[in-house]
């Protein structure tokens, strides 16, 4: 057998750990707050476009 003892074809417990941390699914940090203000500006860039239409005079 190799030098390990371990039977032909196991894999090392170094291998079965990276094994393990590719199958995880990815970690996500980051928080949705981009998304959040990205949404508010658009929102508030909306309630001004509004009042501008409403309150501008008639030509």
């Known amino acids: ?3 390990d ?3 032909r074809g196991a894999a ?3 291998e079965l750990a990276r ?4 199958l995880e699914p990815p970690r996500r ?5 981009a998304a959040l203000a990205a ?3 658009a929102a508030a860039t909306a309630l001004a ?3 501008a239409v409403i309150l ?3 030509p």
């Open 56 to 58: 501008a005079p008639m």
């Open 12 to 14: 090392s417990p170094d």
């Open 19 to 22: 094994a393990r941390a590719l």
């Open 49 to 51: 476009l509004a009042a």
């Open 5 to 7: 003892d371990s039977p």
């Open 39 to 41: 949404a508010a500006f």
């Open 1 to 3: 057998m190799d030098s």
């Open 29 to 33: 940090d980051d928080a949705a707050w």
